[in-house]
T-cell receptor, first 112, second 111 residues
Framework: KAGVTQTPRYLIKTRGQQVTLSCSPISGHRSVSWYQQTPGQGLQFLFEYFSETQRNKGNFPGRFSGRQFSNSRSEMNVSTLELGDSALYLC???????????FGSGTRLTVV | GQQLNQSPQSMFIQEGEDVSMNCTSSSIFNTWLWYKQDPGEGPVLLIALYKAGELTSNGRLTAQFGITRKDSFLNISASIPSDVGIYFCAFGGTSYGKLTFGQGTILTVHP
């Protein structure tokens, strides 16, 4: 079966712009989580969605937001981009939010 | 918040050698996970541990859930060049969808 698909793979944006990243989970998976990975902070949890509802949120500013659609596909949005938002953004899906998460290949965001 | 201490930070070994890395925490967890991340890719789950004392193997990989539930180790036997990557320990099961990761161990294997 197809894995977790993230688009786009690479993105370059300018400070102050906003960006939307997309994640298509494995078919049948209803839980989608997002992570930010940077060399300095490692893998940091952003938020989790299940059946279109945000169930959990990490410690990130309000500029980071997300949503989930009825087909379980998810998007995350970052507004007013800052240089420090440059990172690999990873999406992971599971059937119900248990530990067996499968990660996508990520979107590499560079803010200039 | 809850944190994991993963060591070593990096390892440089010769092909064929065995490797060991571990994670410790001040908190008790119900689940330990070990992931591997290749450059430019997302982490891939290697082994999941759900019971204290549990010892689980996956090919050349062996991981154990510590008896105190505060630590775990991962061993790789007879390393090969494709073992190169970053290995992460992680715990879950404390809140919806959230995995907390260690800092990672960067493994380099010299042929």
């Amino acid at each position: 079966k197809a894995g977790v698909t993230q688009t786009p793979r690479y993105l370059i944006k300018t400070r102050g712009q906003q960006v939307t990243l997309s994640c298509s989970p494995i078919s049948g998976h209803r839980s989608v989580s997002w992570y930010q990975q940077t060399p300095g902070q490692g893998l940091q949890f952003l938020f989790e969605y299940f059946s279109e509802t945000q169930r959990n949120k990490g410690n990130f500013p309000g500029r980071f937001s997300g949503r989930q659609f009825s087909n379980s596909r998810s998007e995350m949005n970052v507004s007013t981009l800052e240089l420090g938002d440059s990172a690999l953004y990873l999406c992971a899906s599971s059937w119900g939010g248990e530990n067996g998460y499968t990660f996508g290949s990520g979107t590499r965001l560079t803010v200039v | 918040g809850q944190q994991l201490n993963q060591s070593p930070q990096s390892m440089f070994i010769q092909e064929g050698e065995d490797v060991s890395m571990n994670c410790t925490s001040s908190s008790i967890f119900n689940t330990w996970l070990w992931y591997k991340q290749d450059p430019g890719e997302g982490p891939v789950l290697l082994i999941a541990l759900y019971k204290a004392g549990e010892l689980t193997s996956n090919g050349r990989l062996t991981a154990q859930f510590g008896i105190t539930r505060k630590d775990s180790f991962l061993n790789i036997s007879a390393s090969i060049p494709s073992d190169v990557g970053i290995y992460f320990c992680a715990f879950g099961g404390t809140s919806y969808g959230k995995l907390t990761f260690g800092q990672g161990t960067i493994l380099t294997v010299h042929p």
